[in-house]
Nanobody, 121 residues
Framework: QVQLVESGGGLVQPGGSLRLSCAAS????????MGWYRQAPGKERELVATITRGGSIDYADSVKGRFTISRDNAKNMVYLQMNSLKPDDTAVYYCNADIRTSILSNGRRSWGQGTQVTVSS
C-alpha cells in the first residue's frame, strides 16, 4: 500500500509565495518520476511540473520562471516552490509519483488527495 500526502496549500495574495510538499509512504522499493498537477473549477487536470529520479525537469509554460520543483530521494518527497502567484494559479494541486513496491513490480502511478491553493486579494 502506498500513500501520497500533500501539504502547504492555503490562501495567498497575488504576488505571494507558497511551498507545497508531498510525502510518499508505505511499501516503496523505488520512485521514478514525481510531479505536480492542478485542477481548477470547471477545468481538466493539467500538468504543472515533473521531475525524474535523476533530476530532469519539465514545467508547464504557464509556470516557467515562477515555480520550482525539487525532490529528496532519501526522504521520498517532492516539493513545489510557487512564487509570483496569480489568481489563475488557483486550483487543487495534486502530487503524483511513479512507484515500484518491489524489485519484481512495474511502476504504478499514485495520486495524493490534493491541497487547495487560492490566490486572491
Amino acid at each position: 500500500q502506498v500513500q501520497l500526502v500533500e501539504s502547504g496549500g492555503g490562501l495567498v495574495q497575488p504576488g505571494g509565495s507558497l511551498r507545497l510538499s508531498c510525502a510518499a509512504s508505505g511499501t516503496i522499493f523505488s520512485i521514478g518520476t514525481m510531479g505536480w498537477y492542478r485542477q481548477a473549477p470547471g477545468k481538466e487536470r493539467e500538468l504543472v511540473a515533473t521531475i525524474t529520479r535523476g533530476g530532469s525537469i519539465d514545467y508547464a509554460d504557464s509556470v516557467k520562471g515562477r515555480f520550482t520543483i525539487s525532490r529528496d530521494n532519501a526522504k521520498n518527497m517532492v516539493y513545489l516552490q510557487m512564487n509570483s502567484l496569480k489568481p489563475d494559479d488557483t486550483a487543487v494541486y495534486y502530487c503524483n509519483a511513479d512507484i515500484r513496491t518491489s524489485i519484481l513490480s512495474n511502476g504504478r502511478r499514485s495520486w495524493g488527495q490534493g491541497t487547495q491553493v487560492t490566490v486572491s486579494s
